[in-house]
């Protein structure tokens, strides 16, 4: 008797676990419980007491509701934004998928920048709404609120959406729909009791995923919400860095780790009740060219909100690094923030030419999406046979996604002091901290696709003669293919635009990209403004020319999402 | 035969041994490694002398701000992941010498550094350059409104300067905290909240970072913000003229620099407890102290000398004001009431 595997990957389950869990625990669970016994030394010696929850539970309050909000807005773009992507064909289509994912490797600073030039005072938006109105003031304010926290969360996480579940939609049979039409639903009715429970691990990993990074936000709160508003991270890291306070932060970073948990292990409960395993479709046959006025207003509203809300911002950027202000005080074009970036004008000893920190941010980019798509495709299936164990273990890859970055890179820096592994010699650190990251993206793209493979299939490989090698070649490569370029393409992102945990990793004489604008734009002077900017339309080039042909990569017929 | 071969093996390689530990050994190349905040630079010429000079190699650590490069070192104290340690400065020294991370070291070149940059005298943590914390103002925004410039702290107040002005959060930013502690020098522990809560009722604009502040709300900067006045440095006049797209008529900026307006920060370089190459750390930190690096310090870092030897760059001269009366508080008072100050301001201005 051929006994079917529950998920068909050729070796045993221990091995599966092995290689993850053990990254885990030596660049996750060592670190952070180093530094937080640190905390706790700390606490013992010079006395912790906390006379008042205040301090927790404010920050603690912020950071779920503003998560919340965040996750619903951007769902309600994204949703949309994945069904017209995954069902019709259109003009520009491939374009503008790679151009929503490109705010995701963008910096914060500049993403800032780029929402300044459109936002701003002196922003188009403004200047234009000034002259038109007559006003003397600029009319919208966009730093130090609370909805330019959450405009610039949708902007930085739509991609999330639109890949995730983008990728299922697409792959979805369309013929459950057209079932439960003919036998009377109305369209309505079928998306609502066919179609979205269908899609439903996709929606709620790509919520989740969203929620997370909205939870853990740190930079955009700082910048854009300003002094008024404090997450926890933000709370973190001003503990840390500013109070010394070890003990409090690391009383928050635990807190942080605890929602985090809690959180993903709700996300298994609801998401493993009931698990419809479909075969899904490989070819995008069922993609329609626009043909009724409805449809076509449809799709153009939805790419023109795309656009305002993600492309802009990144076009203003880009066209302000071509603009110099002249000794007249007039905006002239100028290609001179380019030309000076190659050059060495202060003759500094830290200085780096854009190709030198391009090509490391690409070294440790591929590094990642090497070590995430492995150690991912590997948990994947260990979870996905270890039924029972699902929730626990998957809760436990997502934990360095709530991980608070300044705990986690300061316990980098207490443990990892001795050579081979050492932060101020060994360079693979940086693209292993991305991994931590990048791994549960991996996971989430790669399992309710896993999940949906059907036994039968395996079964009747298995009953032909296949071998379990060859039935993972043939059946669930090709079924998997889809995800793991998703997978990969947001380890990709991750690592280029990754900086909190680079700045603590990363050597002065290697920097990345995100590095290198961070210090042009810490600088005085119009010129280091203007060379930070053109700096991020190179970041922008690469990653988009980059996303371009890692999507080539997958066969014809499934170049669509 | 076998053996007779095996014995003059052995033999050449003792010969061979002897010889080679007669020979001179080709000189090894030290390293030495300096932890620093990201804002260190230096030219590529004045690093290459001393390590052809010294036949040593030099590697930089740099962990984010000074206040982060601090913790490092203290919490990789067992374990030093460098030689020498720069950039602490005045609002963090004494935290700095009570964890007792440095080792003393007596330069002879402290001989020519004015007495008043030598706050540490045990001389575990050495002055190497300072800078002001000043206002920056819009020279146009003024002379086109006609409106005089600020002289006083107190004139910040006034109505006519009403949202005019934009700082950093001393919780997040170190130009913030510096700012906050130049009002604590000026109206004393009594009277700063008082202070700063005019300055709010008229219209204050608080960011979180310094880059925020200079590049999205002032004016002057190619932002184009709403604010003619944003904190900075007395260097960011002359600095602005430096990185001008086209070379300017005169400095688009400038500092107030009425008393107490300002805040010295001065910057210090240890070396730090338990290095193994002791030698080559006093000769970093003489080298740094030198007029070499001293003269190379302030386009690259856009600090000020403390060796009263070296000469300023022309630029800096011409368009950086050195204000005559900054304000200073004690390191040991700042240490002991920072955490205090900063969650009084916290609570009394942001909540």
């Known amino acids: 008797m051929i006994r079917p595997r529950k998920a068909g990957f050729p070796t045993g389950n221990a091995l599966l676990w092995l290689l993850p869990l053990a990254f885990l625990a030596l660049f996750f669970f060592l670190p952070l419980g180093k530094i937080l016994a640190f905390a706790a030394m700390s606490a013992a010696k010079n006395g912790f007491a906390l006379t008042s929850l205040a301090p927790v539970w404010r920050p603690l309050w912020f950071t779920t509701w503003q998560a919340g909000l965040s996750t619903v807005l951007t769902l309600l773009l994204g949703m949309p934004a994945a069904y017209v992507f995954a069902h019709y064909r259109f003009r520009g289509k491939n374009l503008l998928r790679v151009l929503t994912t490109l705010p995701f490797i963008l910096p914060t600073v500049v993403a800032v920048a780029g929402f300044t030039a459109l936002l701003g005072p002196h922003g188009l938006l403004n200047l234009g709404l000034m002259r038109l109105f007559q006003l003397n003031t600029a009319p919208i304010t966009f730093m130090n609120t609370l909805w330019g926290i959450l405009l610039v969360h949708v902007f930085y996480n739509t991609t999330i959406v639109l890949r995730v579940v983008g990728s299922a939609w697409a792959q979805l049979d369309e013929r459950w729909e057209q079932t439960a039409r003919v036998l009377g639903a109305s369209p309505r009715q079928a998306l609502r009791e066919v179609t979205l429970p269908l899609l439903r691990p996709s929606i709620l990993a790509a919520a989740l995923l969203v929620f997370l990074f909205d939870f853990t936000s740190f930079a955009v709160i700082l910048m854009v919400g300003g002094p008024y508003f404090a997450t926890l991270e933000v709370a973190i890291y001003q503990q840390t860095m500013s109070l010394f306070n070890l003990p409090l932060a690391g009383l928050l970073a635990v807190v942080q780790l605890v929602c985090t948990f809690v959180i993903t292990w709700i996300y298994g409960k609801v998401n493993g009740r009931r698990n419809i395993p479909l075969l899904p479709k490989l070819t995008s046959e069922t993609l329609r060219n626009l043909r009724s006025f409805g449809e076509r207003l449809a799709v153009f509203g939805i790419n023109t909100l795309l656009i305002t809300l993600l492309v802009l911002p990144m076009l203003a950027l880009a066209a302000r690094s071509l603009l110099n202000l002249g000794a007249d005080g007039v905006m002239r074009f100028s290609t001179q923030n380019y030309t000076q970036l190659f050059v060495n004008s202060s003759n500094s000893y830290f200085y780096v030419p854009p190709a030198g920190a391009a090509l490391n941010s690409l070294f440790y980019a591929l590094v990642t999406v090497l070590l995430s798509l492995v150690l991912g495709t590997l948990a994947a299936y260990a979870m996905s046979r270890a039924r029972r164990l699902q929730g626990l273990l998957s809760a436990l890859i997502t934990l360095p996604l709530g991980a608070s970055a300044v705990t986690l890179g300061l316990g980098f820096l207490v443990t990892f002091t001795r050579a081979p592994l050492d932060v101020s010699h060994f360079p693979l650190l940086i693209p292993i901290a991305h991994s931590l990251v990048a791994m549960p993206f991996v996971v989430r793209t790669l399992q309710p696709a896993l999940n949906a493979i059907p036994v039968s299939l395996r079964q009747a490989a298995g009953v032909l003669g296949a071998s379990s090698m060859k039935t993972w070649r043939n059946v669930d490569a090709p079924l998997l293919r889809r995800p793991l370029l998703v997978g990969g393409i947001f380890a990709f992102t991750l690592s280029l635009g990754e900086f909190g945990a680079t700045t603590f990793l990363a050597r002065p004489e290697t920097p990345t990209l995100p590095v290198a604008i961070a210090r042009y734009i810490g600088m005085p002077g119009e010129l280091n403004y203007g060379q930070a900017l053109a700096m991020s339309t190179i970041l922008l080039l690469i990653c988009g020319l980059a996303i371009f042909l890692l999507e080539r990569l997958q066969p014809a017929g499934m170049t669509e999402i | ?351």
Not at chain 2, 120 to 132: C, E, I
């Open chain 2, 1 to 351: 035969m076998k053996q007779k071969i095996t014995s003059m093996l052995i033999l050449a390689l003792a010969l061979a041994f002897a010889l080679s530990a007669c020979q001179p050994k080709p000189a090894e190349t030290a390293t030495l490694t300096i932890m620093t905040h990201d804002s260190f630079a230096a030219s590529e010429d004045v690093i290459a002398a001393f390590e052809a000079e010294n036949n040593v190699k030099m590697v930089f650590v740099k962990s984010g701000d000074a206040g982060s490069t601090l913790n490092r070192a203290i919490l990789t104290r067992e374990n030093p992941q460098a030689d020498v340690l720069y950039g602490v400065d005045n609002t963090l020294l004494s935290r700095a010498l009570d964890e007792g991370i440095y080792e003393p070291y007596d330069s002879p070149l402290l001989a020519g550094i004015p007495a008043e940059f030598q706050l540490d005298a045990t001389h575990n943590a050495l002055p190497v350059d300072y800078g002001d914390v000043c206002i920056n103002y819009d020279k146009a925004y003024f002379a086109e409104h006609n409106l005089p410039v600020p002289q006083t702290l107190a004139d910040l107040t006034q109505p006519e300067y009403n949202s005019l002005l934009v700082v950093e959060n001393p919780a997040t930013s170190s130009t913030g905290l510096v700012f906050l502690l130049a009002t604590i020098a000026e109206y004393g522990e009594d009277g700063y909240i008082t202070y700063w809560q005019q300055l709010k009722d008229n219209g204050l604009v608080i960011v979180n970072d310094w880059s925020t502040a200079y590049y999205t709300n002032f004016s002057a900067s190619s932002g184009k913000g709403a604010q003619p006045m944003a904190l900075s440095y007395a260097s960011s006049p002359p600095v602005e003229v430096i990185y001008a797209a086209e070379p300017p008529a005169d400095a688009p900026t400038a500092s107030l620099v009425g008393r107490n307006m300002c805040f010295r920060q001065i910057e210090f370089a240890g070396i730090l407890k338990g290095t193994p190459n002791r030698a080559l750390a006093e000769k970093f930190i003489d080298y740094m102290l030198s007029v070499k690096f001293q003269e190379d310090m302030p386009l690259q870092m856009f600090m000020y000398p403390v060796n009263s030897e070296a000469q300023l760059p022309e630029v800096f001269v011409k368009y950086s004001q050195i204000p005559a009366e900054p304000a200073a508080l004690d390191p040991a008072v700042i240490a002991a009431n920072r955490d205090k100050w900063l969650n009084d301001w916290t609570e009394a201005i942001l909540r």
